[in-house]
């Protein structure tokens, strides 16, 4: 991929982030929060780590990783997005946390010192990453010898509510810049499972079905899919709404529960 396209997709990708941050905070947050759960029980977490929190948002498993760290440990907790990293920022202000760092950086050229982490998570941001054989060296770097990766991707559309509502909608979006990325990208996580093993971190991964509900279309429709069609002509919004409500809610709109088949890839480094 030429270098003017990266860094489209990077400044496409940051935009969005940028512009959904306050509705992560307050639409989405809750409703991830068993993901959150599960990426913490598996990061086995003991006092004075160094963790880093990758594609952190608006900081969620940074907050639960650093309830486990004790006096001397320490998160860094690294996003593309600066909008997120406000929202986190205020909410560890607001609940008196001071071991988590904020950092903006990217996954292929993380901002932290070589072999400095013993734990390294990233909970629903590997599928974003433009380039991923990059991001994988980075992590392979950072990581100490015999430290732990937890990362938490979505399964496919087939298996997952929430890339099959986003992916319907995607479908009256122009092209992103880039190929590849998105809620369901790695939904085989195979390719990034070799691409682990290469650079040294053997891998597994554990499969969960985790359940979040709307109450009706329009909250669905405004958290997860507004900020992505915002730039549809008023027409396409409305034919994109249409396909995602009849596929969506065969049985006419009303509270609906998503159920998300959630991937968590977990590895060690040689
Ligand atoms: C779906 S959110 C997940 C946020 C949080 N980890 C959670 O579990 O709620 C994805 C986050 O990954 C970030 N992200 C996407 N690609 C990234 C990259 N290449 N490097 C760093 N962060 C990235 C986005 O800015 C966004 O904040």
């Keep these: 991929m030429t270098e003017d396209r990266q860094q489209a997709g990077l400044e496409w990708q940051t935009g969005i982030w940028n512009r959904i941050s306050k509705l992560y905070e307050s639409e989405i947050d809750r409703?991830?929060?068993?993901?959150?759960?599960?990426?913490?029980?598996?990061?086995?977490?003991?006092?004075?780590?160094?963790?880093?929190?990758?594609?952190?948002?608006?900081?969620?498993v940074a907050e639960e990783a650093a309830k486990h760290l004790g006096d001397r440990g320490q998160v860094l907790a690294i996003d593309l997005s600066q909008e997120m990293l406000d929202v986190a920022s205020k909410r560890f202000a607001a609940k008196n946390i001071s071991n988590v760092e904020l950092k903006q950086?990217?996954?292929?050229?993380?901002?932290a010192e070589s072999k400095s982490f013993d734990r390294i998570l990233a909970s629903l941001s590997f599928m974003y990453v433009i380039?991923?054989?990059?991001?994988?060296?980075?992590?392979?770097?950072c990581l100490r010898p015999g430290g732990r990766l937890v990362l938490?991707?979505?399964?496919?559309?087939?298996?997952?509510?929430i890339v099959k509502f986003q992916q319907t909608a995607g479908e009256f979006a122009e092209a992103p810049p880039v190929p590849g990325v998105g809620p369901g990208a790695l939904a085989n996580p195979g390719p990034l499972l070799e691409l682990l093993a290469d650079n040294g971190i053997a891998a597994e991964v554990e499969t969960e079905t985790l359940e979040f509900e709307f109450?009706?279309?329009?909250?669905?429709?405004?958290?997860?899919?507004?900020?992505?069609t915002s730039q549809l002509s008023e027409s396409l919004q409305?034919?994109?709404?249409?396909?995602?409500?009849a596929t969506m809610y065969p049985d006419g709109d009303g509270?609906?529960?998503?159920?998300?088949?959630?991937?968590?890839?977990?590895?060690?480094?040689k």
Excluded: H, Y
């Design 31 to 60: 409703r991830f929060e068993p993901v959150v759960k599960n990426v913490i029980a598996r990061a086995e977490i003991a006092a004075n780590m160094r963790v880093m929190d990758l594609g952190t948002g608006t900081g969620a």
């Design 105 to 111: 950086g990217r996954a292929e050229d993380l901002p």
């Design 131 to 141: 380039d991923r054989a990059a991001a994988v060296r980075e992590l392979a770097r």
């Design 152 to 161: 938490a991707v979505w399964g496919g559309a087939e298996n997952c509510d």
């Design 215 to 228: 109450s009706d279309f329009d909250s669905a429709w405004t958290a997860l899919a507004s900020v992505t």
């Design 238 to 245: 409305v034919d994109a709404k249409a396909a995602v409500l």
């Design 255 to 269: 509270p609906r529960v998503f159920r998300n088949l959630t991937q968590f890839v977990v590895g060690t480094l």
